[in-house]
């Protein structure tokens, strides 16, 4: 096993680097963490979690403080454009034996992986420069103070600067689509998670309970338009039940690019990477907050299990690599479908979605 006392920094507070401050703290390291926002909650996100995301939730055991937010997701209808049913997924016979399906507030999440880290967080705080040494690397944060660590986990997301000041990586790379998303208080009222299917475009609406629904919709293209609400209005507006209904009582949405990331490697020397940092993709598979808790599992792990930080690194990104591939693979086929113009893709989707949605998730029922 690594050394416990091993002089641990983690830079970014959101899911990966709250997961991997939870995992590393239940090993008996005592990681610092700094998040270079301020400490106040942001604006109301949703988030879907499939299934692998409650596992590895359970596996840092954080899936009972959760258990009370959001609300448990059993079925994924896909419909056309007009509102009629294309195919249905049985999400718990899906994930059955992995964990239950749900979809809650950010915020929620965020709370209860916050506490699971301990708490100790050093907000208003960025990394301005890395000196990578053999053994331990000197960094210098935003104010100009340095402190020396053994190890820096670069967990601060797709636009990560740790990627770039260890020349691990450079900008992340558009995925080709535009994403809006808003929280709907009062819409109408759904059990499932419902997405209608467009052309080049898709809306997706999922209850979160206490009457809120998490909407979630993209159009392909890389540039983010002024009047986002606007657009989709524009862009759905022709869409069937439920979308009139949902964008009648839908008053902000929030647009952002999506980017995927894919690198050569995923450390140097003592500076590591995690969640989108390392690997982000489009979030049409919903596997980012999954993808991060199961990295955070395996890095912790593999230091646990390894005798020096070098071995546990490349243990890490030999164990991790396969799955993310497989994520990554799977969004871009998924993405795919809406380059298929839906009178050939429709058809196809009414005989065979169901199978073909599920395959998406094959390698992820298994435990990482
Ligand atoms: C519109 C949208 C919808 C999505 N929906 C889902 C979903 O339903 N389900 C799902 O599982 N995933 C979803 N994802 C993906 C998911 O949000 C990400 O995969 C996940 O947030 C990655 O977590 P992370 O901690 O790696 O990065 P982030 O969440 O980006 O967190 C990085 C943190 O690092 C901080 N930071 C950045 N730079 C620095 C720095 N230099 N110094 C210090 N701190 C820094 C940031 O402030 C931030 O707090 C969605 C993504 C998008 C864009």
Known sequence: MVAPHLRVLVVGAGIAGLAVARTLRLAGFRPEIIERSA??????????????????????????????????????????AQGRELCEVDLDK??????ECRALPRSDLHRVLLSGAGGEVRYDTEVRALDLHPDAVTVTFGDGSQAEYDLVVGADGRRSSVR??????????????IVYHGVVRGGP??????????????????????????????????????????RVRELFGGYGDPVPAILGALDRVWVTRTDEVELGAW???????????????APTLAQGAAMAC?????????????????????????????????????????????DVPPPLRDP????????????HYRLLVDPA
């Open 294 to 338: 199961e990295d955070a599992l395996v890095l912790a792990r593999s230091l646990d299990r390894s005798a020096t930080v070098r071995e546990a690194l490349e243990s890490y990104e030999y164990r991790r690599r396969p799955r993310i591939k497989w994520v990554l693979d799977r969004t871009r086929d998924r993405n795919r479908t809406r």
């Open 267 to 281: 450390s140097r020397g003592r500076v590591v990477l995690v969640g989108d940092a390392a690997h982000a993709t």
């Open 39 to 80: 400490r106040a909650d942001g604006p109301e996100f949703g988030l879907y979690l499939p299934g692998n995301a409650e596992r590895a939730l359970r596996e840092i055991g954080l899936d009972d403080p959760v258990r009370p937010f959001g609300q448990v997701i059993r079925y994924q209808r896909f419909l056309d």
């Open 189 to 230: 009222p759904l059990a499932d998670w419902t997405g209608l299917l467009g052309e080049r475009a898709a809306f997706v609406a999922v209850p979160m309970g206490a009457d809120r629904l998490h909407c979630y919709a993209d159009e392909v293209g890389t540039a983010t338009p002024t009047d986002p609400l606007a």
């Open 164 to 177: 770039a000041l260890a020349a691990l990586g450079g900008l992340a790379r558009p995925a080709g689509h």
């Open 348 to 359: 196809l989707l009414r005989i065979r979605g169901n199978r073909i949605f599920q395959e």
């Open 94 to 99: 899906l994930w059955s034996g992995v964990g």
